[in-house]
């Protein structure tokens, strides 16, 4: 059995440090088992402080430590060390050694293909020195790096060179979480930037030899963040040079290091022949994000990790709005709201829930949730509908001017926006304290030319939030006339009561409401409206979120229907759809969005709040019965529109082609289901680029003829590692609901499955998780083997393995036979020997009590 269970921190029990760090130097000799890390730092009591000087460290090997230059004896634990330390300023040393070559947690400093790199949020700064670890702890950092490799980089800029060695300074205070060092034999793709105020900024993209030829998009991307930090927020870069650097072993996407910014590979490099246009939009996203966080949190950060949403939910906005104005906003608002129903409305509804402001935790990595950062954006969202763009704008500006170089929290935030509008957000704070997704339910009223909506709020009580108070929720309505004309434009209602009524006077004849436009708050909007009203905002909604609200909505209906009473699929989507993808005058990526069905786990919670059981087999027949008839019924139109949206132009991954293909290959899927993926053979041989390559496998492997194909890809990608991991992935995904986890299995067994490396085994292990009807497979299956590779993972690498964990937070939905297979598997692994606290704090919260 695992040791005592791990100690729970809470937000209230925050209390500063007590001295400030007035400035930090250190010293790394390289080496893989025994660097050497020799630290010197400037120490001073604050006035009336905790006189307790502890610093964290872990896994360290001290080798000396002093005082003013007089040797001392720390007192060490294997969380830290505890010393008597004068009551004036002084200088603290130390030299320990660390082991990065068998540093497999990838926290710390650690080695991926002979390179050394580091990755310190939240608390593995603590793992390369004794340090106080803690965000509210800022300084200036000189490091001096000696190695025997040609590219020696921390942050800051660089102060000296030569041979073997190099010293960075950055002059930004900044805590331990933003420390960065690489060490390899690195090529860059260079560039520059010039700032709006005329300073000359040295821009370099680090790759291995042979990746050179993939980094032109990431560059433009970071100049195009650059030019938009200025333009929108009027915030400009403040170093000299900005290095990114690519990682193949990385646990999460990209890191926001000042000035060195380290991407999992996966996240920057991109070519067309590589890569599709979804990872190309992607790899724009993150670069713009880790960009803007250089303000929202480097220059402004967390005072402590409870206030994580603070530089998240801020910066994850500040990308949203960027590919916004670079794409397609109604696409982008789209693509969002799916991700947020699939990832963070789960997240609420199951043993997980917690507020985008959580109050305790016992592993911080475990709070890098959809709830964090996705409802966390939704929140900055929200305020910035409430106060009105204008008043957003100058609120942000004052944040910059009054908080620069600080630490802050949720309550700073808002203070801001209350100094700059003169509003009291003491109800708005609700949406960072209580957890779980409001649900909102609509009545309508018409009296002689008025026009009357209430509304009614009410949200779940639950463990963090036993007694859910009502929360100020924004509702963007507009009203539309009988012939499709809007008669009221958007107009933001401000719920803050339980119930309320909004009026709408002079109409002159009864409206058809558009409620929620934009998705303008995250909320599960219920309505006894006909279904005709849907099929109406379908065909004539001017907001055009809510046009694919509807047409989703509908397929919904349609789905739930068939499981429930094996219904065929609704003709009026069926029909409706088909208008709306005939539809020239729309977007192709719009109409490629409305394609789309409802994700089955999405289906899976909605049956489960109307007191259903989902029968996982029975969402996925539905499902696939409702494309097979969408293909019917469009059978004449999907091979006109894949020849219509063809690019005859060299490829771009631009938004106009990309929408595109998006299309085609949506009709290329259909039609495959007519034509036994005769279509997609061609495709995949005459493919020049990743997008369509991709397509047509993903086609092929559907209609069970994709084996040959399968082969061909491989032999042409082997030696590329990124996209060898779409070929694990897609097999899972395309894989039959009986056949998942047998195929994922299989997939263990090849050479190339190189499970320590986090996106090969996420490229197999993701794909299980997200395949609904796989994953749940009636025999167990998929539990099993996942749970046979967490306990085979965690000891490797413990924050991958945790946050792998939460495929399982939906179990207590299904049938008591699957509870009884999911409860094993999960005491299976807390019975493990030695199990991580990342580990074992996830899967007790997901065990939870009977
Ligand atoms: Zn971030």
Redesign the pocket.
């Known amino acids: 059995m695992r040791d005592a269970a791990p100690d729970t921190i809470y937000l209230k029990d925050y209390r500063p440090f007590g001295y400030d760090v007035k400035e930090v130097a250190l010293t790394f000799t390289l080496h893989p088992n025994r660097t050497r890390v020799n630290s010197r730092i400037v120490f001073e009591p604050k006035p009336g402080g905790d006189p307790v000087f502890f610093l964290h460290g872990e896994n360290l090997e001290l080798v000396s430590a002093s005082v003013d230059g007089a040797p001392v004896t720390p007192d060490v634990t294997p969380e830290g060390l505890t010393c008597t330390v004068p009551d004036q300023t002084f200088v603290w040393e130390a030299e320990v050694i660390i082991d990065p070559a068998n540093n497999t947690a990838l926290e710390g400093l650690y080695m991926s293909n002979g390179m050394y790199c580091t990755q310190c949020e939240a608390e593995g700064f603590r793992k390369i020195t004794y340090y106080p670890d803690r965000p509210d702890v800022m300084s200036t950092f000189t490091v001096k790096i000696h190695g025997p490799h040609s590219v020696l980089l921390s942050n800051g800029n660089p102060t000296d060179q030569s041979e073997g060695f190099a010293e960075w300074h950055d002059p930004w205070p900044k805590p331990a979480y933003l420390f960065a060092l690489v060490a390899g034999e690195l090529v860059n793709h260079a560039g520059s930037f010039t700032t709006a105020s005329g300073k000359e900024v040295e821009l370099n993209l680090w790759v291995r030899p042979g990746d050179e030829g993939k980094c032109a998009f990431g560059m433009q991307a970071l100049k195009d963040s650059m030019k938009w930090d200025e333009d929108v927020y009027g915030r400009e870069y403040d170093l000299d040079v900005f290095n990114i650097v690519a990682v193949d072993d990385f646990n999460m996407g990209a890191m926001?290091n000042k000035g060195l910014n380290i991407f999992n590979s996966s996240a920057v490099l991109a070519s067309p022949e590589t890569s599709t246009d979804g990872n190309f939009e992607r790899i724009e996203a993150i670069i713009a994000?880790?960009y803007f966080?250089n303000w929202t949190?480097n220059r402004i950060t967390c005072r402590d990790w409870f206030q994580l949403c603070l530089?998240?939910g801020l910066?994850?906005y500040r990308d949203s709005q960027f590919t916004s104005d670079m794409r397609s906003a109604p696409v982008k608002r789209i693509s969002d709201v799916i991700d947020l129903r699939g990832r963070q409305f789960a997240e609420d509804q199951g043993p997980l829930a917690h507020p985008v402001r959580p109050e305790s935790f016992q592993e911080i990595n475990n709070f890098y949730t959809a709830t964090v950062y996705e409802k966390g954006a939704e929140v900055i969202g929200m305020l910035r509908a409430l106060v009105g763009a204008e008043a957003y704008d100058k609120a942000l500006q004052l944040y910059f001017d009054r908080h620069d170089g600080e630490a802050c929290t949720i309550e700073d935030w808002l203070k801001v926006f209350e100094d700059t509008t003169g509003r009291d957000l003491s109800q708005f704070a609700r949406w960072y304290s209580q957890a779980g997704t409001p649900e909102v339910s609509i009545e309508e009223a018409w009296d002689a030319g008025t026009y009357t909506l209430t509304f009614t709020q009410s949200l779940k009580p639950s463990a963090t939030t036993p007694d859910p108070k009502p929360q100020v929720i924004p509702i963007a309505t507009g009203l539309l006339a009988q012939d499709g004309q809007e008669v009221v434009p958007t107009t933001v209602l401000e719920l803050t009561e339980t119930t309320q009524s909004f009026s709408f006077e002079g109409l002159a004849e009864q409206p058809f409401p558009s409620v929620l436009r934009g998705f303008s708050a995250p909320v599960v909007l219920k309505s006894d409206m006909p279904a005709t009203r849907r099929a109406f905002l379908l065909a004539h909604d001017t907001d055009p979120f809510n046009r694919w609200e509807a047409g989703r909505g509908i397929a919904r209906e349609s789905l739930l229907n068939t499981i429930r009473t094996g219904t065929a699929p609704d003709p009026d989507y069926l029909n409706g759809i088909r208008t709306v993808l005939a539809d020239e005058t729309l977007d192709p990526a719009y109409r490629a969005l409305m394609l789309g069905l409802p994700a089955q786990n999405e289906l899976a919670t909605t049956l489960f709040n109307e007191g259903t059981t989902p029968d996982p087999a029975a969402i996925w027949s539905a499902t696939d019965n409702l494309r097979a008839a969408m293909a019917m019924h469009m059978a004449d139109l999907l091979p006109v529109l894949m020849d219509t949206h063809q690019v005859t132009e060299p490829y771009a991954p631009d938004a106009e082609q990309s929408g595109k293909r998006a299309l085609a290959n949506g009709m290329l899927s259909l039609l495959s289901r007519l034509d036994d993926g005769a279509r997609a053979a061609q495709q995949f041989e005459a493919a020049d680029n990743m997008t369509q390559q991709l397509a047509a496998l993903g086609a092929l492997l559907r209609t069970g003829n994709g084996d040959d194909a399968l082969g061909t890809f491989e032999a042409q990608w082997k030696d590329d590692r990124l996209v060898m991991d779409k070929w694990f992935g897609l097999q899972v995904i395309q894989s039959d609901p009986d056949r998942t986890a047998e195929t994922a299995a299989k997939l263990t067994e090849h050479a190339d499955f190189n499970w320590k490396n986090p996106n090969r085994f996420r490229a197999v292990f993701g794909s299980l998780a997200i395949h609904h009807a796989g994953f749940h497979a009636a025999d167990g299956a998929g539990y099993r083997l996942l749970t046979d590779w967490l306990i085979r993972l965690d000891p490797v690498n413990p924050q991958t393995t945790a946050r792998m964990c939460s495929a399982f937070q939906t179990w207590r939905r299904y049938d008591t036979d699957r509870q009884a297979i999911v409860a094993a598997e999960l005491d299976r692994i807390l019975s493990q020997d030695g199990l991580s606290r990342d580990t074992c704090e996830m899967i007790t919260r997901i065990r939870g009590t009977e």
């Open positions: 926001e994000h880790e966080h949190g530089k998240e910066t994850v």
